[in-house]
């Protein structure tokens, strides 16, 4: 009797385990969003505006056919001394579809969180 309880929810596990698939077997999560980043190369004391370049690094996605649903500069967190020349820090946030993030990373963009940095004005 303890056998045959034990073959049938050891049956059960093993039908209900076979019915899971995650997005990434299955495909259906490769059109969700995901956000990826890229440093912006701003430098203190420099005159280049932040929009021109979040435009430029998008131009790179556009040019490689990696779709840009959304698009915002942010600031890394890090601190950093008060001299002109060194980095400002901000990063370039683009959300994309998660089909295409192997062409983004193959791009030099990293995959972060939608709110892992706080969004700040691109100027």
């Not at 034990?6 to 899971?20: D, E, K, P, S, Y």
């Not at 969700?32 to 790179?60: F, I, M, S, Y």
């Not at 600031?75 to 001299?83: A, E, F, H, N, P």
């Amino acid at each position: 009797m303890k056998k045959t309880t034990f073959t049938l929810a050891l049956l059960g596990i093993a039908v209900l385990t076979g019915c899971q698939s995650s997005p990434s077997q299955s495909g259906e999560g490769s059109h969700q969003p995901v956000w990826v980043a890229k440093d912006l190369g701003l430098k203190q004391c420099e005159q280049a505006a932040g929009n021109d370049t979040l435009n430029k690094t998008q131009q790179r996605l556009d040019q490689s056919q990696v779709q840009v649903l959304n698009a915002h500069c942010a600031d890394d967190g890090m601190m950093r001394t008060q001299v002109c020349g060194a980095a400002q820090g901000k990063l370039g946030i683009y959300k994309i579809s998660a089909f295409q993030l192997e062409k983004a990373k193959s791009l030099g963009f990293k995959q972060v969180q939608e709110n892992q940095y706080k969004q700040v004005a691109c100027s």
